[in-house]
Structure formats: C-alpha cells, structure tokens
C-alpha cells in the first residue's frame, strides 16, 4: 500500500488564503487521514483485530483488552471435582463478554483449616466452606464485611447435600440407619469436628437422629457416645476419610457427604461399596462469600463477584450437579430430580439455633464433642 506525500505549501496553494476556521479544519483533516492510515496498517498486519469491522468497532475493541486478573478460591475439600467442571465454564463466558483472561488460583482444604488460612494472610478472594460459622469467622477477623449472607441469593448457601452412610459390599454389619452405628463391633470413619466441616455435620446428624424424632438430649449423648467409641481413626477432612475407607480398605462404614460417594463412584472407587441415605437426615448447606479486603487491596472485586453471581446460574447448578451437589436452581434440580434418593425428614443446622449456638454448645473447647472424646480416652485406659 503507497502514499504521496503533499507538502504543505503545495497545499496551501491549491487552497488559498485562509483563516482559522479553514486552519481548524485542515488540523482535523489531517488527524482523520492519520488515524485513517494507522488503522489500515493494522488491518494489512497480523491483527487479530477483522479486516471487515469497521474503524470504531476496531477502535472500541483496542480500548476493552485487558490485562489479565487472577482470581483466587479458597474452599473445602470436596469441591474441587466440581470447580474442574466450573472454573472454565466461567473463564469462557468472562473472556467473551470483557476480553479478559482470569487465571485462576485454587485451594483444597478441610474447612476450619482453609478459614484459620485465610484468617492468618491467604489471600482469598472468594471462600466456599463448608459452613457459615467458618465464614463467619474470617467476618469476626475483619476481612469479610458483616451481611456477607444478604449480598448473595439463598442467604448466602451456594451448594447443599446431605450425610450418607457408606459399607462394604453386601452391608455385612447391617447398617441401615444412623442408630445403627452406635452396634457393638462397628468400626466407624469419619472426620474429625476440629478440622473439618463435614464431621461437624456428621455430628449434627447423629444428634438430630435422637432429638429430631422425640428422643432426649441425655439420649443424644448416649448415642453420640457410643457412635464415636466406633471410631478409631479420626480423619483430617472429608477426602482423607474416603481415602481411609475406600483406598486403604480401612472400616465397616464410613459417614461422609452424599456428593463424596457420587464422586467416588463415578471414579470407580466406590464399586464394591453400599451407599444408604438415611431418611432421616441434615441438610448440609455450603456457604460462599467475597472476602471484601483482599478483593479491594487487589483491585479484583468485579470479577470476584461475577464469579460467585455466576455458580448460583443453570450452568454452574447443573455442574454441581453432576459431581453429586444437590441442584439449587428449580429448573436444574426438576431435569435431575429422579438422581437423589428422596429424603423424608430434613433437618437444618437452625434446629439447634443456628452456628453460633452449635459452636459454643457442641465445638468449642470443653463442649460436648470434647467431653464425650475425654469419657471414651478415659474408658479406654
């Protein structure tokens, strides 16, 4: 492509004297024939910009790149199958709609784990834990402001499954029901309340099992007692617990997220196993929040929000899904409603006043759970 240059007295000849309105007008002339020919250029180069849009539309398109942003989830173990369907589902749409990369950094823990991280300087853009007391304590330590739960729909719950008893092939030891774990000889996995989120509902569903259907919370206590004298290894998390039991073959049964044993199913760990979901059950509801602090101090809070708008779609439900979450979405949960057995009677953590009452009652040290490991340490002597 060729260009003559005019001189500009050659062209202040053909036009002849002027003011400066015509100055004026020669100016923007000349600024138009610039962008003109810088436009063409770019249009004749390796341009990923189309040789066919127009001049405005290349222009508007050069002005929306951005630079990339990173992104970083910090969340509870068993999310992490989901998050591999979700994360590029969400990179794709935000790359097409702001044309922008997000880079994703990813974290996998127990619960209580991952919020005493984020509390002592992980820098988490958005936590989805296990449960709300965790995220309430990452709000106590100042990083999450208050009304965490109203800024997003469903109070704040992103995804909700239920406990699952799981035993080997043939249920030798006839464990049907969560009071079937307490049998003299069962050898029970589970995780520990300390550290993981899920022990914390397992316990909650083993004393709902008593008081949620008339019985007393001395019988509660009994009963929970009994269960944990079955258990002699107290995993860390919930995957360490199904590593126990499905890849070192260790226990009769083990209590874990109805979602767990989806996933391990499906990845051919769980074949030789019996899944029972009691009737009687808890509603396991995960919580998901921007930690408002470091989303601010690194300029990241329009993408996290995005991001946590987005897992609450059709899309991101149906991927929740199919790892074995129980679909919030009406629609989703409709398309895939013969997937989950039904469950009779289901109870949620507000059946014993909320976290805040559970914490100080049941996990708090000297509460309940500590009491009832320092009776069987004592017994055991």
């Known amino acids: 492509m060729r260009y003559r240059q005019v001189p500009i007295a050659t062209l202040r000849s053909k036009l002849g004297p002027f003011g400066q309105r015509d100055k004026n007008y020669i100016f923007l002339l000349l600024v138009t024939i610039s962008l003109s020919l810088s436009l063409s250029i770019r249009a004749c180069g390796k341009d990923n910009l189309s040789p066919n849009s127009s001049p405005v ?18 969340s509870f173990s068993i999310t992490k199958a989901a998050y591999t369907e ?38 988490a853009d958005v936590v989805h834990l296990a449960l709300a007391l965790d995220t309430n304590k990452i709000q106590k330590a100042g990083l999450i402001k208050p009304g965490w739960e109203k800024r997003v729909p469903n109070n704040g719950i992103v995804t909700q499954t239920v406990g699952a008893i799981v035993t080997r092939a043939g249920n030798p030891k ?7 774990l307490a049998k003299p000889g069962v050898n029970v996995i589970t995780a ?23 019985g007393t919370e001395t019988e509660a206590l009994d009963f929970v007692t009994k269960v944990f004298q079955n258990v002699k290894v ?21 209590i874990n997220y109805e979602n767990e044993l989806i996933v391990a199913k499906r990845e051919g760990l769980a074949k030789d196993t019996v899944v029972v979901i009691p009737d009687i059950n808890i509603s396991i509801d995960n919580p998901i929040a921007v930690v408002d602090k470091y989303v601010d101090r690194r300029g990241s809070r329009e993408v996290a929000e995005a991001f946590v708008k987005f897992l609450y779609t059709p899309e991101a439900q149906r991927a929740f899904a199919q790892v074995g979450f129980r679909p919030l979405d009406s629609q ?31 996990f708090k040290d000297e509460g309940v759970f500590d009491r009832i490991q320092a009776k069987i340490r004592a017994k055991r002597l």
């Open 86 to 123: 979700i994360v590029p589902l969400f990179k794709e749409k935000w790359r097409r709609e702001h044309n922008q990369e997000v880079k994703f950094r990813l974290s996998f823990a127990g619960s209580s784990t991952q919020a005493r991280a984020v509390i002592n300087g992980l820098p």
């Open 234 to 254: 107290l995993a860390t998390d919930a995957r360490e617990a199904t590593d126990l039991f499905l890849r070192q073959q260790e226990g009769d049964v083990l």
């Open 57 to 74: 539309a290349q222009i508007q398109s050069i002005a929306q790149k951005r630079k990339p942003i990173e992104l970083s989830l910090v």
């Open 332 to 362: 989703v949960a409709q398309e895939l409603s013969g997937k989950f057995p039904h469950v009779t009677k289901l109870f949620t953590a507000e059946a014993f006043g909320g976290w805040n009452a559970i914490q100080e009652k049941f």
């Open 192 to 214: 520990d309340p300390k550290t993981s989120g899920i022990a914390r509902w397992n316990f909650l569903a083993f004393w709902g099992a008593v008081t949620q259907t008339g």
């Open 174 to 180: 006839r464990v049907y029901t969560w009071l079937d």
